[in-house]
């Protein structure tokens, strides 16, 4: 598999990963510190970060959607027994978008200028 194919399934893998978490029963979530915040925000500042490194072409296009999605997983809690989404939580995971994509964003300029420098 190449680094382009990868980097295109990557973000729909990790996608997958987040909805599993967000739609499973509590006791399936996986915990990996005391505060779930931390792994909210990691979680989606990753995503962003993946999704724009895979489709940088449109950035406010792209945290919009996601920030979509994170509230229709938010929202789509409330059926689950013992889960719950909460207004907080999605304004956690979408300040998160927003930052992963903003470093992504930051990182892809870095790279590119990195190379226009070796070029010249």
């Known amino acids: 598999m190449n680094t382009n194919t990868l980097l295109r399934l990557l ?12 739609l499973s029963p509590i006791e399936m979530r996986p915990v990996a510190t005391a505060d779930p915040d931390y792994e909210r925000m990691a979680a989606y500042a990753v995503l962003g970060g993946i999704f724009l490194l895979a489709a940088p072409r449109h950035p406010a296009r792209l945290v919009l959607a996601i920030v979509v999605v994170a509230g229709l997983l938010e929202w789509l809690q409330n059926f689950v027994p ?11 995971k979408s300040a998160a978008t927003l930052a992963g994509v903003m470093v992504a964003m930051l990182v892809r300029r870095g790279i590119s200028a990195r190379q226009r420098t070796r070029a010249a």
């Open 11 to 22: 973000p729909w893998a990790l996608l997958a990963a987040v909805a599993f978490a967000t």
């Open 82 to 92: 013992g889960r719950h989404g909460e207004l907080h939580d999605f304004g956690v």
